[in-house]
T-cell receptor
Framework: AQTVTQSQPEMSVQEAETVTLSCTYD???????LFWYKQPPSRQMILVIR??????QNATENRFSVNFQKAAKSFSLKISDSQLGDTAMYFC???????????????FGKGTKLSVKP | DAGVIQSPRHEVTEMGQEVTLRCKPI?????LFWYRQTMMRGLELLIY????????DSGMPEDRFSAKMPNASFSTLKIQPSEPRDSAVYFC????????????FGPGTRLTVT
């Protein structure tokens, strides 16, 4: 079975600074997908960034980037130029590769509560 | 695109009552997921459907929980009878498949069972 671990229950960062959230996972699969979701106080789950395991290049979405280390089974999220609106719970999630045309479920970590301070 | 729609947004009910949560996935998506979020257990999958067919219901806590997807645009999650430990936020998510494998979440239903 796959597991996802987020070892930082809470973190804080000053506005405009950079912060890195950690995530490790355990799997015997070779092909899979990794995601970071953001959940602000509104409780809406928002996809931040995704990474395919077969891609060596780290994914980037504007101020958000990942450091994907497949051998170490590590998938950290870096937020640059932090903004007050980044305050939220951040969840790391894993999905096995599925047969073409079908979908699989997400396995989530417990989350990291990020506070951006002015 | 309206996104995934869930109703109701909030539900308060008494123990023993039947509760029905509803979900309308994004049009064209062929997979639908029900997740539950609690402080103790975090986000966990209850059940998911591909092309209206239940694929994995191993996360459904017990026989009091049931889910249906009668067509591609509607799904229900029913709890009968409800218990206080069912209090949680229930999310519905849908996915269109393809190489991106991204799931889009609804706003969730906060259920409180007293």
């Amino acid at each position: 079975a796959q597991t996802v671990t987020q070892s930082q229950p809470e973190m804080s960062v000053q506005e405009a600074e950079t912060v890195t959230l950690s995530c490790t996972y355990d799997t015997s699969e070779n092909n899979y997908y990794l995601f970071w979701y953001k959940q602000p106080p509104s409780r809406q789950m928002i996809l931040v960034i995704r990474q395919e395991a077969y891609k060596q290049q780290n994914a980037t979405e504007n101020r958000f980037s990942v450091n994907f280390q497949k051998a170490a089974k590590s998938f950290s999220l870096k937020i640059s130029d932090s903004q007050l609106g980044d305050t939220a719970m951040y969840f790391c999630a894993f999905m096995k590769e599925q047969i073409r045309g079908s979908q699989g479920n997400l396995i989530f970590g417990k989350g990291t509560k990020l506070s951006v301070k002015p | 695109d309206a996104g995934v729609i869930q109703s109701p947004r909030h539900e308060v009910t008494e123990m023993g009552q039947e509760v029905t949560l509803r979900c309308k996935p994004i049009s064209g998506h062929n997979s639908l997921f029900w997740y539950r979020q609690t402080m103790m257990r975090g986000l966990e999958l209850l059940i998911y459907f591909n092309n209206n067919v239940p694929i994995d219901d191993s996360g459904m806590p017990e026989d009091r929980f049931s889910a249906k997807m009668p067509n591609a645009s509607f799904s229900t999650l029913k709890i009968q009878p409800s218990e206080p430990r069912d209090s949680a936020v229930y999310f519905c998510a849908s996915s269109g498949g393809g190489v991106r494998n991204e799931q889009y979440f609804g706003p969730g239903t906060r259920l409180t069972v007293t």
